[in-house]
Nanobody
Framework: QVQLVESGGGLVQPGGSLRLSCAAS????????MAWYRQAPGKERELVAG???????NYADSVKGRFTISRDNAKNTVYLQMNSLKPEDTAVYYC?????????????WGKGTLVTVSS
């Protein structure tokens, strides 16, 4: 079991930056992968960025070059640095942790943090 708490969301103007944090209730050292997802009003939840325990990262095409995911195992925290924000980045951002279990995997989710990009 792992509880995830996101923070750092808010209102920002287009072109601005925000850094989201996801604090885990236990060590993330052994968690296979962590990721950020987002869900905009009326749309399905989508993967924004992911990072494996080995540090490999992947990004949605829409955020490549603007967003950076990182993890600090010592602080049990994953970050999402978001630069050059656009109105279409407006969404609730969710932290996800995936662990491998017998027969498959287990997903854990935070409650989300709202990011609003607007002038």
């Amino acid at each position: 079991q792992v509880q995830l708490v996101e923070s750092g969301g808010g209102l920002v103007q287009p072109g601005g930056s925000l850094r989201l944090s996801c604090a885990a209730s236990r060590s993330i050292f052994s968690i296979n992968a962590m990721a950020w997802y987002r869900q905009a009003p009326g749309k399905e939840r989508e993967l924004v960025a992911g990072i494996t325990s080995g540090g490999r990262t992947n990004y949605a095409d829409s955020v490549k070059g603007r967003f950076t995911i990182s993890r600090d195992n010592a602080k049990n925290t994953v970050y999402l640095q978001m630069n050059s924000l656009k109105p279409e980045d407006t969404a609730v951002y969710y932290c996800n942790a995936r662990t491998v279990v017998v027969g498959g995997y287990m997903d854990y989710w935070g409650k989300g943090t709202l990011v609003t990009v607007s002038s």
